[in-house]
């Protein structure tokens, strides 16, 4: 028996990880005791707003939506980026407390940058400061794979998951879902108890034609179809599968009128000499250097002073409820844009749509939340929560204790589950 098993084993995975982007980190297997639990799966479509399904009515996500449980919107964390959110839904913390505080930031401590395109910093341990869920798991004996999720390819407090993939942004959907459905095969001790997946296309779409575009409606539809596709090929295995689908933040149609420059000729050389400047867009961050020529405090001034369509903050005194004040990861000072304006200290090529602002001001930038299993209610709905109370609910429905500090509640999210 245990021979076979084992041959089942070397099988499945030998035809999903004839690429070298597929990884085994561990020969762990699930315990008897563990192998009694449920699966979670966790796909996240990359910059599907909260109202969406509603706007294109793909098919299959509307009856998933309508037959499950779902909230109203899902809230990310400031700022409405993907890795931030990634991190924030796979840790149950805010950026400040997991320290992926944009897709791109600088680290004083570490004198680094950090770059979603950069493959040495994303596979970094030292930035990410908070447990992801899949750590979590594979603590306390339950095997995890990520098809794909940011953090997912550093080791986090000296763990990766089992099975994991090096980010490729052009893998095909079907690669993807056959891989998904080849982990849910395996023999029980080699099972995934947690599974993640991963789609760009919609984020994709929406910034280079817009939210209202023809164009994120396919990607939506071809989105969908490859959900479906997984759901029905999973349904035959009759296993107790709990999908997750969330995204991480949503989109706003861009305007180009809608630029200011934060600073003229001048002031932009003033700052240069004595700052880091890192972002452009809806925020962006100003480092100190080792030997500034200038006061921050002034200096803050003579740029507010000007400021139309944007603010710049002491990094200790940014807006109170976006929680972005306390990681020295954000920039001493910061330049937050009021909704839909981008701002830099030059003007680049805008994008037809964008995300990044305050998930306080309007819904453009609220995410979804769709949840269907066994351990989930069917047709029901609660009123928006935060992206960082995923977190426990995961770890309720897979019963595993969280005994480190979290930022999120599952005060709001239990309510879906049965
Ligand atoms: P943005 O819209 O700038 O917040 O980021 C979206 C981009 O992040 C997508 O186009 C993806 O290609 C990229 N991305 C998503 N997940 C990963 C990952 N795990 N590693 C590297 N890049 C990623
Ligand atoms: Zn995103
Ligand atoms: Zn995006």
Redesign the pocket.
Known sequence: MKFINFLAILLTLASCSTSKNYHTSNNRSNSLETQKKPYVLLISI??YRWDYTDKYGPKFLKQFKESGASVKSLRPSYPT???P??LSLATGSYPVNHGIVG?SFYAPTMREEYS??N?EA?TDSRFYLAKPIWVLAEEQSLLTATY??????SEIDGLLPSYYLT?N?STPHEDRINTVLKWYKLPEDKRPHLATL?F?DV??A??KYGPNSNEVKNAIFKVDQSIEKLNTELSKLNLPINIIIVS??GMAEVDPKKFELIASNELKEEIELSYKVIGSGPIVHFYMNDNPQTNTTSLLERINRNADHFKCYDKASTPKKLNFRDSDRIGDFVCIANRDWSIGLTKGSLPKG???WSQYEGMDMHSILYAKGPNFKDSFQIKTINNIDLYPMIAKLLDLKINHTIDGTIKYSKELLK
């Open positions: 990359d910059g980026k993907t890795f959110n990634h897709n979603l395109r493959r994303v794909f999720w940011p953090g997912s390819e980010y942004h991963y760009s984020d994709s929406g910034h991480d933040h964008n995300h990044g």
